[in-house]
């Protein structure tokens, strides 16, 4: 009997110019998905959004968001932000980049029996369990993207303190936005306060970081939103998951009712997401296999070294080279089926013969 697999989503903040661009140019099915996505959201922002997430030039191993806005300290030095980086489109391209990908290995044999998605990725979990169709998933997206950029600008940090640790430290201006891990969590708020909290913390030797967002996402300055979210969710035909996923605002697997009810989607975004707990509770599904679906590998390490973790080396692979990874997206995708197949999980992929005529595979 084949091992469970888990497919878990991130968010934004891993992405850059040129994500998925490689398996664009050789994926078929992957193809297929971003463009079938990104017509259906130039319909909401009136853009073609293969333009500004795959601008002229750019392709695996280019420079990196952080490179690309000239930041070293997560901000961006007065300089104009990358369209990447807006969330206006950020949002939707992940969410396009993610789902492809999903599609893609799930045209391999690759299916998942459990998901997890951290912020918007939980509507991709969403959108592959059949709770939402992809067109309503997709102007939900939009949509909600361009409610955020309507409200006043925040900012986030990220701590190495426990969540009662850092809620001690935190004032009216300054919300817990997540809680990844028992010492790692998520501080967001208006952009004064966050640098406030960020020289005291630096100032008791406290490890933080700033995060390249100009929203306070998951704090009380989100609920402006809330309204009009729910209203836009009463338009939509909401469906029972057929495929389980943890949910960010419960810590645990969503139930019909959430899942269906307008209300969970619009506290979804003000609400802490609560990461840790879900991982927990991943972790109790029995020989689980995580597979990170998207850019870089911190849902993985954080999957990876979660103190619920069964004992040994439960394998956790991500799908998508990271920023400052050079790996061709192929080879990195074709590398992470090879080993899923070795592990008893019955992947279809072409034969790597067929698809190796550059090398991609070399040294697997």
């Not at 306060?193 to 970081?209: F, I, P, Q, W």
């Not at 080396?313 to 192929?330: E, K, M």
């Amino acid at each position: 009997m084949s091992r469970p697999i888990a497919f878990m989503f991130p968010g934004v903040g891993d992405h850059y110019a040129g994500m998925g661009h490689g398996l664009y140019q050789t994926e078929p099915v992957f193809r297929s998905f971003v463009d079938q996505c990104t017509a259906l959201l130039s319909g909401h922002l009136g853009e073609d959004l293969r333009e500004v997430f795959h601008p002229a030039g750019t392709a695996r191993g280019g420079p990196s968001l952080a490179e690309l806005l000239g930041r070293r300290d997560g901000t961006d030095n007065g300089r104009r932000p990358a369209a990447v980086d807006r969330t206006l489109f950020a949002q939707p391209l992940v969410f396009t980049i993610e789902y492809a990908l999903a599609r893609q290995l799930m045209s391999w044999g690759i299916t998942p029996s459990a998901m997890v998605g951290y912020s918007l990725g939980e509507y991709v979990a969403a959108c592959l369990a059949g709770v939402m169709s992809l067109e309503d998933t997709v102007a939900l997206v939009a949509r909600r993207a361009e409610l955020i950029e309507t409200v006043p600008p925040g900012a986030m940090l990220v701590v190495l303190l426990g969540e009662d640790e850092l809620a001690e430290r935190l004032d009216d201006e300054l919300w817990l936005a997540a809680v990844n891990g028992p010492m790692l969590c998520v501080a967001a708020g208006t952009p004064d306060a966050v640098r406030r909290l960020e020289a005291r913390l630096t100032e008791d030797g406290v490890a933080n970081l700033r995060t390249p967002t100009r929203h306070a996402f998951h704090s009380a300055m989100m609920a402006p939103l809330s309204e009009p979210l729910e209203q836009l969710l009463h338009t939509v035909e909401l469906h029972p998951p057929t495929t389980p996923f943890l949910s960010n605002v419960t810590g645990t697997w969503i139930t019909d009712e959430e899942a269906t009810g307008p209300a969970y989607w619009a506290r979804h975004l003000r609400q802490t997401v609560r990461l840790h707990a879900g991982l927990g509770e991943l972790w109790r599904l029995p020989s689980v296999i995580a597979v990170e679906v998207g850019a870089g590998t911190m849902l993985g390490s954080l999957a990876a070294t979660h103190p619920g973790r069964p004992g040994g080396d439960p394998p956790v692979f991500a799908t998508l080279p990271g920023a400052s990874d050079t790996q061709h997206d192929l080879a990195a995708l074709l590398t992470v089926a090879e080993k899923l197949r070795r592990l008893g999980v019955p992947v279809t992929t072409p034969h790597a013969d067929e698809r190796d005529d550059h090398g991609l595979l070399a040294g697997r």
